[in-house]
């Protein structure tokens, strides 16, 4: 069952909101691996894509409709996080300053969610699970979403929301040049990362990052580039861990990917 593959407080599920479904779909395909399975949303909203491997779900994408262009959306991975009760999980975070884009509603055929704002900007969604338990457990293979980090322009104000949210604790780790870094713990499991943004990186809002595995972070960097992405932070190791680079789609949506040294099941 979806709650014991991901308890509450976890996160379950990414999706890509993008300007060009079937470039999207494309490049992504053609770097992860991924095969595509298509199907209509309800309402005449359009087509969700789910990308799969070996027919397993593990991640979606959808085109963004005139509205979300309207409000100045722009390509992005969003994360969702598994909650017993999206409406409840919503009532606290709205007292604890949230702002929400899509109160709790339910999706026919997979479960009940909500889109919302962190105090600091961060957008993220909240997911009550029906028919649909979020990504299959694959275990950090390649292809798969291996870890969820916030990169907030308030750390203190972003700890104390996601901790009373969810009720993770947090440790925080000092990694020298780079600053500190905040590893958000779901009980004895690690739920996420959290850094400051810092004055050089420029006119970035708070948001959450989604990694992606991959078996050879160079090999995989070289071959989005030659299909149009631009690279955000070039290769490089993070010490016991593994080796990342930060990448931005052709459509705009940034993303990261990371060849992991000991891939844990997740």
Not at 201 to 229: E, I, L, R
Request: proline share 8%; aromatic share 10%; glycine share 10%.
């Amino acid at each position: 069952m979806a709650e014991k593959r991901f308890p509450p407080g976890t996160f379950c599920w990414v999706e890509l909101g993008t300007t060009d479904s079937n470039a999207a779909v494309g490049f992504y395909s053609r770097l992860l691996g991924w095969s595509v399975k298509e199907q209509e949303m309800p309402g005449g909203m359009g087509t969700y894509t789910l990308f799969q491997i070996d027919g397993n779900d593990v991640a979606g994408a959808y085109t963004l409709v005139e509205d979300q262009k309207s409000q100045g959306i722009p390509p992005h991975w969003l994360s969702y996080v598994m909650v017993k009760s999206a409406d409840e999980s919503a009532k606290k975070a709205k007292k604890l300053g949230a702002t929400f884009f899509m109160e709790p509603m339910d999706i026919p055929g997979v479960g009940r969610m909500a889109t919302l704002q962190d105090p600091t900007g961060a957008m993220f969604a909240l997911f009550q699970a029906g028919e649909h338990g979020g990504a299959a457990p694959l275990d950090n293979r390649p292809g798969t979403f291996t870890w969820n980090e916030l990169a907030t322009k308030d750390t203190k104000a972003a700890k104390k929301f996601y901790e009373e949210l969810f009720s993770w604790t947090s440790q925080d780790q000092d990694m020298g040049p780079a600053g500190n870094y905040t590893m958000f713990m779901n009980g004895d499991r690690m739920a996420g990362g959290m850094m400051a943004i810092g004055p050089d990186w420029g006119p970035v809002p708070s948001h959450w990052a989604v990694y992606f595995a991959v078996s050879d972070c160079d090999a995989s960097v070289a071959k989005a580039t030659k299909d149009g992405a631009e690279v955000r932070v070039p290769p490089r190791d993070i010490p016991k861990t593994g080796r990342f680079s930060v990448l931005m789609d052709p459509q705009g949506a940034s993303f990261a990917i990371i060849k992991l040294l000991n891939p844990q099941p997740t």
